[in-house]
């Protein structure tokens, strides 16, 4: 499986922003708001570089004339260059922030659509809140990168190189001894640079576990608190917050570092600078003018270039979480159609074969789970599965669905193999009924229309009702429209089931999967549950699943399974005369004698 995203990747990239390379297809997508952002960049770049040719031409001609009206033209000059430089400013920010919006927006909705189309063996290992933490922590922090972050990278490059050709302009011997700092401060920039974007990525990670923790306990709140956890689990989180803040901080210390050393290297140059200058208009080489127009130039190429140490940082850590993204959007999903996949008519006969089907899970490859099972399944026909925990009956109708393939044989539904169909198609002819419902925080009507969203009030009442789900849906405040809650936890199991069957009948599939629809529910429950079942059961390939044996009873065939295998097929009377391990399981459910259960 390749859901191990961190190590192989993290070794690869870790001394380059390569990840970030991956995100610039989304960049050339607002390829004319990239290059108005450049060209309001550039402006107020230049506009910056003008400032102090126009201070040094103040001094060296403003002060000196008779005319104070030039002094006034000079700062007339001045303002306008500023408020220039303000409106270039103001739309560089505005064009920077809004594709850094834009983008974050973007990567997050593709993230999203890749992880939905990921296997369920994906999911088997991966860990919910380390995927939630990188779809929402790290695509926030890759948003800087096409954002503010980027745009002060590239204005700092302009105003870096454009200062230095001023500086050089100006006086070429200053610029030497400025010049020849450059080089102390970029190696470190890059070796240090290197020691934050490897700390950064642990800190993301660090944060990550913190939040898949969370996710983990709050999900299971009234558990944790029937169990009075709370100071266990609280100690725990505390204690993964901590270790996240503490792979942080030595991410910080190194940027910090980092600019220290920038700052200090580059303050030394400008003070010795300023020494040799002074000197030089002591002795009549350069005008005061001249001297403060390279002392300005010299403070914005160092001003750059100690921000670009920053930005570097910056940058590391948003290539850490590019990174991770990458990582999510480099696993495949293990089913996926065909290049040439077959098609199924818009509604299947629902003739379903398993043919020799041998399948055992990544995870547990040494552990077969299923072993040579080959079973005929008729349209209309219902099949009961039962036998004891392990026996293998949930993994048929995973394969069945085709969540996963199977290690040996093959499955066809009206005579085609599975593997030869879109996955999609296929479970479009299929609707499940699962022991666990899932009920999404939404309302009861968008519940019920979860495999159908265009259908009509009337349809989504028709199916509730069938399911024997309006009466209690119509005693609700807000009846289909009423919030269920995350999970529904405002609905009671038999609730849950009936909406679950609803949407079922809604789906109108004809194969229908019931995985121990009443094993959960009570006896009232149940019966309502189990007459809502028998509706949706007519005139469909039924498959069912169930531990309680009085619910299989009307079923045209039971198939008992155990270790992996079919051992017993057959209709209830004719199972419970066998004697076998149908017979064993019938005698300690009923409690009553197999005479009882057979009149059942």
């Known amino acids: 499986m390749k859901a191990n995203m961190t190590a192989d990747t993290a070794s690869k990239n870790k001394k380059s922003l390569r990840p970030l390379v991956r995100l610039l297809p989304y960049l050339a997508r607002h390829r004319a708001m990239a290059a108005a952002a450049v060209v309001a960049l550039v402006t107020a770049a230049i506009i910056t570089l003008i400032l102090p040719t126009a201070v040094r031409r103040m001094i060296d001609f403003g002060f000196g004339a008779d005319d104070p009206k030039l002094i006034d033209a000079y700062f007339f000059v001045l303002m306008g260059v500023v408020t220039g430089l303000a409106v270039a400013s103001a739309t560089r920010y505005f064009l920077v922030m809004w594709i850094g919006e834009r983008i974050v927006a973007e990567v997050r909705a593709d993230v999203f659509a890749h992880l939905t189309r990921l296997s369920p063996g994906f999911y088997d290992t991966a860990r919910s809140g380390e995927i939630l933490s990188r779809l929402t922590a790290d695509t926030t922090q890759i948003k800087s990168a096409f954002g503010a972050t980027a745009s002060l990278a590239m204005r700092n490059f302009v105003m870096f190189i454009g200062a230095v050709v001023m500086m050089v302009f100006t006086s070429p011997r200053l610029s030497l001894i400025v010049l020849a700092a450059i080089p102390v401060i970029i190696v470190p920039l890059i070796v240090f640079g290197r020691s934050v974007r490897r700390r950064s990525r642990h800190a993301q990670d660090t944060l990550a576990d913190a939040s898949a923790y969370a996710n983990e306990m709050l999900g299971a709140v009234r558990t944790l608190q029937a169990f009075t956890n709370e100071a266990q689990a609280a100690s725990r989180f505390h204690g993964a917050v901590k270790s996240a803040f503490s792979a942080a901080r030595r991410a910080t210390a190194s940027r910090a570092a980092l600019t220290a050393f920038a700052i200090v290297i580059i303050g030394s140059s400008i003070v010795a600078v300023l020494w040799i200058g002074a000197n030089d208009v002591f002795d009549g080489r350069m005008t005061g003018g001249e001297l403060s127009q390279f002392l300005l130039y010299s403070i914005l190429a160092a001003g750059a270039l100690a921000s670009l140490s920053e930005v570097w940082g910056e940058l590391s850590q948003a290539a850490g979480a590019a990174e991770r993204l990458s990582d999510l959007l480099e696993v495949q999903p293990d089913i996926t159609a065909p290049a040439n996949p077959q098609h199924l008519p818009d509604r299947t006969t629902g003739a379903i074969s398993f043919n020799q089907i041998g399948f055992a899970y990544q995870a547990a490859e040494k552990l077969q789970i299923l072993d040579e099972i080959t079973l005929d399944i008729t349209p209309g026909e219902t099949i009961a ?5 392990g026996a293998g009956k949930s993994t048929l109708f995973h394969l069945l669905m085709r969540f996963y393939d199977p290690t040996s044989g093959h499955i066809s539904v009206d005579g085609r193999d599975i593997r030869e169909l ?77 909406i679950s069957i609803a949407r079922a009948i809604l789906k109108n599939a004809p194969i229908l999967l019931l995985d121990e629809a009443t094993s959960a529910l009570d006896a009232e429950s149940e019966s309502l549950v189990q007459k809502a079942l028998d509706r949706l059961m007519e005139d469909r390939t039924t498959l069912v699943i169930a531990h309680r044996l009085a619910t299989v009873l009307k079923a045209d065939r039971i198939i008992v399974m155990d270790g992996g295998k079919i051992v017993e097929t057959g209709t209830h009377v004719e199972l419970s005369a066998q004697n076998g391990l149908y017979a064993k399981l019938a005698r300690l459910q009923f409690n009553a004698g197999l005479p009882e259960a057979e009149n059942a």
């Not at 599965?385 to 925990?389: D, H, K, Q, Y």
Request: proline share 5%; net charge negative.
């Open 422 to 498: 879109d996955p999609r198609d296929l479970r479009a002819q299929i609707a499940l009924v699962p022991q666990d419902t899932a009920i999404f925080g939404a309302s009861i009507a968008e519940n019920i229309a979860f495999g159908r969203p265009e259908a009509t009030r009337d349809e989504i009442q028709s199916a509730a009702e069938a399911a024997l789900a309006l009466q209690f849906i119509e005693k609700l405040q807000d009846g289909f429209d009423t919030l269920v809650g995350e999970r529904g936890v405002t609905l009671s199991g038999g609730q849950r089931q009936r």
């Open 385 to 389: 599965v039962v036998g004891p925990s």
